[in-house]
């Protein structure tokens, strides 16, 4: 058993891994596990089977978000005789996305897999997503056209998100919501995921300039255990996708934005001063009334606001150039124009 990393202040502490050495894989599935103990070991046996008919070499990275419902050990008895099999320990449960970033930390392979751990995905459609890859693409997504759930809790409030996912971040897809999607390694280790951003995905692939398609995979409906989203998740896409609007188009020149909602003020601002000033020094010009002194005060006000907006937008710029995220970027950027 390995030691924890040290995190930043503010992330989910590090969690424990545990799983044998071994060659580097050329495929590494991507699992997170909260309470599903009845499905951990019917996951693994078709993960196992369907990976071994692919004939490469891969891991199958387990990451368990805290479950409280015997899950670990499950995962541990499986891992003890199985060396493809790695294991990642939250000490509490994080979330979803939480549990994907850290996998996608622990995994070694070329060819990265996500999926979920309640059997919805069909591990038999890896391998036609890892082909549909291999024609050129750097990210292929599942979709889940005949979807195995309840219309008011899942399906329209799903369909509702991917309209204004596609709206907002320009990636066209039809089912962002899937899990079970195929990425080059470049695409997630370039990616800093928080909050529950692991749901815009292929969003983020779009910012880093990433290659994506979609593929029709099959969706089952759960065997066993209760799903763990709700209405509630509406409104965490809604704000989120606030945020990857604005790490898509906005991150790059921040200052060029918060510029471009300055002006307006600025304008107004002067246009108010001059109004204002206009009036006190022409005392015959009674075309305003008292609107002198208000004018002045509001054209003081919507400069003073203006230049804090600027502000923002250069403390933002800075940012930008110094974050771990812009860095990252423009490495992949370099790094695909070289090939």
């Known amino acids: 058993m390995t030691a924890p990393d040290p995190q930043p202040e503010g992330n989910p502490p590090a969690p424990v891994s545990e799983g044998p050495a071994c060659v580097v894989p050329s495929l590494s599935v991507v699992v997170p596990i909260f309470n599903e103990r009845d499905n951990i070991a019917p996951l693994h046996e078709a993960l196992t089977y369907s990976l071994r008919a692919l004939g ?64 919805q995905n069909d591990p038999a459609d890896i391998g036609r997503l890892v082909e549909k890859l291999e024609e050129g693409y750097d990210v292929v997504c599942g979709w889940r056209r005949n979807r195995q759930d309840r219309v008011a809790t899942r399906l329209l409030p799903s369909k509702i998100a991917n309209f204004l996912i596609a709206r907002v971040t320009g990636a066209h897809i039809h089912d962002t919501g899937c899990s079970l999607k195929v990425y080059r390694s470049w695409v997630v280790r370039s990616l800093h995921l928080y909050s529950d951003m692991h749901r815009f995905l292929a969003a983020l692939g779009v910012g880093l300039g990433a290659r994506i398609t979609e593929l029709p995979v099959r969706h089952h409906a759960r065997r066993a255990g209760v799903s763990k989203y709700g209405l509630g998740r509406v409104f965490r896409v809604l704000a989120d996708l606030v945020g990857i609007k604005m790490l898509i188009q906005f991150a ?20 108010m001063l001059l109004l204002g000033f206009v009036k006190r020094t022409h005392e015959g010009l009674d075309l305003f009334g008292d609107f002198d002194m208000g004018a002045v005060a509001a054209g003081a006000v919507a400069l003073l ?13 800075l940012q930008v150039k110094v974050s771990r995220f812009f860095r990252k970027r423009t490495a992949v950027t370099a790094r695909e124009a070289i090939r």
């Open 305 to 317: 606001i203006a230049m804090n907006v600027f502000l923002l937008g250069f403390l933002a710029e």
């Open 56 to 119: 490469r070499s891969y891991e199958i990275v387990l990451v368990d978000d805290g479950s409280t419902d015997g899950s670990r050990d499950v995962m541990r008895r499986l891992a003890a005789n199985d060396p493809h099999l790695r294991l990642v320990l939250f000490r509490r449960n994080y979330g979803q996305t939480p549990a994907m970033a850290a996998g996608f930390r622990a995994c070694r392979g070329r060819t990265i897999v996500s999926m979920d751990g309640d059997l």
């Open 252 to 271: 790059a020149h921040p200052i060029r934005w918060f510029s471009l909602l300055a002006l307006p003020l600025f304008v107004l601002s002067t246009l």
